[in-house]
């Protein structure tokens, strides 16, 4: 129960990824990254978005990215 009661928190960024298959058919999947900096500013988003782009990188191919965004930063 302690672990339960802990007041330690995280930050956790989502997103969703879509993407046209080699069909053209609109194909997506979610995503979270979580890290233990409490920081959500320009500077943490810039980050995530890099580490997502590098992992979606090695899965599909792409040469342009579109963001969408609730603005909360």
């Known amino acids: 129960m302690a672990s339960h009661w802990s007041n330690e928190s995280v930050t956790v960024f989502t997103a969703v990824v879509y993407y046209k298959d080699v069909n053209k058919d609109l194909k997506h999947f979610s995503c979270a990254l979580i890290s233990d900096e409490w920081s959500y500013d320009k500077g943490s988003i810039f980050v995530f978005s890099k ?6 990188s090695k899965m599909i191919p792409f040469k342009k990215v579109y963001y969408w965004s609730d603005f909360s930063v």
């Not at 580490?51 to 979606?56: F, I, P, R, T, Y």
């Open 51 to 56: 580490a997502l782009l590098n992992d979606v």
